[in-house]
């Protein structure tokens, strides 16, 4: 959503680089500049003119830190601000009254409202372990009741029996004694929509409203509408009183000017985002992460969370297992792919590390669709149980098997064998240096914030056998660099340090993520050897 933003910004600050003294000159036309970007993202003016005279202020007559550029001084000023303007803090949903807490839906039709309610009560039972109950009130719209009972069904979630006839302030009522009579924590109560705001509508939201004291109002809105999203916002706070927005559509090309503007507009914060089509799309709103994810700064934090919660445990510590042994098979590069395509793959992945920002164009026009993947597992698959566990008995007549029973060629079957080999090697000298040898290799070829979070690990006792989530949580009380803002002792960072052996760059990061090497083409269904059909 972000980048057409985060490609001006970049443009800007590089012009910054080489400056020995940030002046007012230079000040000045670096907020031109960032003045255009904003209003071409489509951000509020009164939202614009705050954030320009705020980073003016603060960046003129800065004096240059030793071994800190003046461009990564700007950087950290505009993030400063940027994170103000998003919102000084993550605003998590509330639970806070006697169960069961009712959460209105709000929002115009074509937003994604329902489909929104559903995955908002997924994300609910999944991350919170809350019992949710769903409801429909709209009368109006045909099969709206239906179509929330399909989805109900699809998620797994209860909703409200649909009784014909009664209006919305019934069904309401209706569905919060069944709340409380039978144990559900929370309620969700879906409203209708229209095309655009209405007496009507307003009135309709605001008798349900008060009939059963929401305790959370939560806005849904279509990133896509730009500024629209935003006079939504404000229409239905002045008139019902929200307590937050959720975004949709957040994954699509939309100029950003929404999120940013919100906070600063309506002075509700955004909550939620969602991010794709898929039931688990969905993520809390973290203005930092955002922030550093507009000015190419990735977002490790969210991308290590998102490792947590996706990866399997027992698939973990057998793996754990194997690599103090030094043992890697085709079984565990099988578990790699799985693991990676539940984190929303290679693509998915890469855009959240630290100076991937610049690179997110190319990795688009890569069509890093993960097709690649589909046909090593297909070619793993099969493979017999033997061949998977002792790659050594690949031979010539094995691989045109393989070959054969995959759909691919003896070429590809090669390239993958080379792949096990370069990620079997690299798992073999990680477990001779040991876990502080390691940490050290890894932090002599990183800079800024990578570094900065292997020292604070290093600084954990017991580091090395905790589990990753104990491990994030004391990352996260830390308060070193990552555990508050990873701008403040170090700039804009270093970009993609040459992890997995690589030369350095994008390239090297294949062992680490798959064993994939060779730097993009290898990664494309498009590059420069293309399958054969």
């Known amino acids: 959503m972000f980048q057409s933003l985060s490609d001006r910004l970049g443009g800007i600050f590089d012009k910054l680089k080489g400056k020995s003294v940030l002046t007012e000159d230079a000040v000045n036309e670096a907020m031109r500049e960032i003045r255009i970007a904003l209003l071409e993202a489509d951000v509020a ?85 809350k019992k949710v109950l769903m409801a429909s009130l709209d009368v109006a719209r045909p099969a709206a009741q239906e179509q929330l009972r399909i989805l109900g069904e699809q998620t797994s979630i209860a909703t409200l029996e649909i ?150 445990k027992v698939e973990a510590e057998k793996m754990a297992k194997k690599f103090k042994k030094g043992n890697f098979d085709f079984n565990d590069m099988l578990s790699q792919f799985e693991q990676m395509k539940k984190m929303g793959g290679m693509s998915s992945m890469l855009k959240m590390l630290p100076g991937i920002g ?69 798992m073999k000298k990680m477990r001779k240096m040991g876990m502080g040898n390691m940490m050290g290799q890894l932090k002599s070829m990183m800079s800024g914030k990578d570094a900065a979070m292997l020292e604070q690990m290093e600084d954990i006792d017991g580091a090395d056998n905790m589990s990753p989530e104990d491990l994030m949580k004391e990352m996260k009380s830390s308060k070193s660099p990552l555990g508050a803002n990873p701008f403040d002792s170090m700039g804009s960072g270093g970009g993609l340090p040459p992890m997995g052996g690589g030369r350095g760059g994008l390239p090297g990061l294949g062992a680490g993520l798959g064993g994939m090497s060779g730097g993009l083409p290898s990664l494309t269904s498009n590059g420069k050897k293309k399958r054969k059909k």
């Not at 098997?401 to 090697?425: C, D, H, P, W």
Request: proline letters at 3%; glycine letters at 8%; aromatic letters at 4%.
């Open 45 to 129: 003016l009164p939202v614009v003119k705050n954030f320009i005279e705020q980073v003016k202020n603060q960046a003129i007559g800065q004096e240059v830190i030793k071994s800190v550029s003046p461009a990564q001084q700007v950087v950290k000023i505009v993030n400063d601000a940027m994170i103000e303007m998003l919102g000084l803090e993550t605003e998590e949903l509330s639970f806070k009254s006697t169960p069961p807490a009712a959460f209105l839906m709000v929002g115009l039709q074509g937003a994604g409202k329902t489909t929104s309610t559903a995955k908002i009560a997924k994300y609910l039972n999944d991350k919170f372990k």
């Open 358 to 426: 610049k690179m997110a164009k190319q990795l688009e026009e890569a069509n890093l669709d993960d097709n690649v993947f589909k046909y090593q597992e297909a070619i793993i698959r099969s493979m017999t149980k033997k061949e998977r566990e002792n790659p050594k008995l690949l031979n010539a007549s094995r691989k045109k098997r393989i070959a054969a029973g995959s759909g691919t060629s003896v070429q590809e079957i090669n390239k993958l064998f080379k792949q096990y080999q370069q990620m079997n090697s690299v």
């Open 163 to 312: 009784i014909k006839g009664q209006n919305p302030v019934e069904i309401a009522k209706r569905a919060m004694d069944t709340g409380r009579i039978e144990g559900y924590d929370v309620v969700m109560l879906d409203t209708a929509g229209r095309l655009a705001i209405d007496e009507e509508l307003m009135e309709e939201v605001a008798k349900v409203r008060d009939a059963v004291n929401p305790t959370e109002t939560l806005l849904i809105a279509d990133a896509m509408t730009g500024q629209d999203a935003v006079n939504t916002a404000k229409a239905f706070d002045d008139k019902i009183g929200i307590t937050g927005i959720m975004l949709t559509r957040v994954d699509g090309d939309a100029r950003g000017g929404a999120a940013m503007s919100m906070r600063g507009v309506t002075g509700k914060p955004i909550k939620l985002l969602g991010v794709g089509e898929k039931w688990d799309a969905i993520e809390a709103f973290h203005p930092d992460r955002i922030a550093g994810r507009i000015l190419g700064m990735g977002d490790v934090v969210s991308l290590v969370e998102k490792a947590v919660e996706t990866i399997d």
